[in-house]
């Protein structure tokens, strides 16, 4: 794609955009109502205006995505160590030099650290249990990778014994749109990152998968472990896994630092950064305009009938970015899918059946897209029950298989452990549902 077919691209998606965020305001007439309702048509706005490409580094606790980061940016910037972090997301973005603001919870106002002082707030030792109520914090750098306008985002370990931070990470997943997990040689693709693979499979568009700390193994016996990981990515994410990459953060960091090309070599650091930017260079382009296509069809979708027209023009775009229309952006044109499930022109005569089953569509339009692809959703699905087994039917009508196949395993985790509970006990427990 040329550079003035982006523009052209993102100037149409801004006007759509903003369209939304008019009828978003128009509905609400308190100021701090209408504050909040045109919230994440802002974020939008910002995100496409600054080009923010988010590349997430992810993975349990201590298997070195932090060192992993400072190698890729060639400095020693981002705490690391065997405590878990509390539960800060933590950005890392160009800058022309060094820089941490603060995001805190419940305010718009940022704070300001230096970077030796970053570790008072973002890890456990410094913040313990997030006392500090630090919602996010930014890093700017004057790191070269970064001025590609790469988005890097360092999360909380998965698995961690702070379970708020696996629920943080989690939590992230819709924003991602390039995700790094760091796994290790020590027990390569854990149950946690397993569970976080299949979660963030409808949301991102390209994963690598990092083994870390290969100089805690033979180069004999790494070869095995490797296989076994591409085949287990590939089972989850089929293309959107890009090969394994073998590394030591440790020593590719410290290769840097002492400018040893050799060194640098046989960390497998410098391939797996050469894929990455390669992969970045010639694909982000077509894969930030479809994300943000995407984000911007979930907001539309949430205000019913009058975006109907905007959502349609959202859909031309997004084909003209990509003829191939992402399942995502499929999903936005549900609705006239779920007529024909429902029976809806089997009620032309009723005019009550027809706003009902209207309303239904709409609501299983927006539904079962945030099902698939937000945790939180699928937690209180899972809180709730899930569906009656007429609703249940009419959702698995409407939304893909892989859709429900990432929906429902919250759902079912919580319907197996009651059924245990049972066998073992002979009581149905303290919350029957």
């Known amino acids: 794609m040329d550079l003035k077919t982006y523009e052209q691209i993102k100037f149409e998606l801004a006007e759509l955009i903003r369209s939304g965020q008019l009828i978003a305001s128009e509905r609400e007439q308190d100021s701090n109502r209408r504050y909040d309702a045109e919230r994440p048509w802002r974020a939008l706005l910002t995100r496409l205006a600054e080009d923010r490409f988010t590349v997430v580094v992810a993975g349990r606790f201590s298997r070195g995505k932090s060192s992993l980061m400072n190698a890729v940016l060639g400095m020693d910037r981002l705490p690391t160590g065997i405590v878990p972090l509390t539960s800060v997301i933590t950005y890392v973005r160009y800058g022309t030099s060094e820089r941490v603001l603060l995001n805190y919870e419940g305010t718009r106002l940022r704070g300001e650290a230096t970077l030796q002082e970053l570790p008072e707030y973002v890890t456990e030792k410094g913040n313990p249990g997030n006392v500090k109520r630090i919602h996010s914090a930014e890093i700017q750098l004057p790191a070269e990778i970064l001025r590609r306008g790469f988005f890097f985002v ?46 963030a499979l409808a949301s991102v568009r390209a994963v690598f998968i990092v083994i870390n700390k290969q100089d805690t193994v033979l180069a004999d016996s790494r070869a095995e472990i490797i296989q076994y990981v591409q085949k287990t990515a590939h089972s989850v994410l089929g293309d959107k896994a890009v090969a394994p990459f073998s590394v030591s953060a440790r020593d590719g960091l410290a290769a840097k630092q002492a400018g040893d090309a050799g060194r640098l070599r046989d960390s497998g650091l410098l391939d797996f950064e050469n894929a990455l930017v390669d992969f970045l260079a010639n694909n982000r382009a077509q894969m930030f305009l479809s994300s943000m296509c995407d984000r911007t069809s979930v ?30 952006m499929n999903e936005a044109s549900v609705e006239s899918r779920a007529g024909a499930v429902l029976g809806l022109e089997n009620v032309s005569s009723c005019e009550v059946c027809k706003a009902a089953m209207a309303k239904t569509m709409r609501f299983l339009a927006r539904y079962q897209y945030d099902l698939s692809t937000r945790p939180r959703t699928q937690e209180q699905h899972a809180q709730d029950g899930g569906f009656c087994p007429l609703h249940t039917w009419h959702y698995e009508q409407v939304a893909s298989p892989r859709g429900v196949c990432t929906a429902y395993p919250v759902l079912l985790n919580q319907m197996a452990e009651r059924l245990r509970h049972l066998a073992t006990n002979g009581t149905q427990g303290p919350n029957p549902q």
């Open 299 to 328: 907001e539309m979708q949430a205000l019913g009938l009058e975006a109907d027209s905007l959502i349609s023009q959202l859909q031309a775009l997004q084909q003209q970015i990509d003829p191939n229309v992402s399942e995502a």
């Open 154 to 199: 360092d999360t909380p370990g998965l698995g961690s014994a702070i379970f708020e931070n696996t629920k943080t990470t989690e939590r992230f997943i819709p924003e991602i749109d390039v995700l790094i997990l760091v796994t290790s040689y020590e027990s390569s693709l854990s149950e946690d990152e397993m569970r976080f693979l299949n979660y």
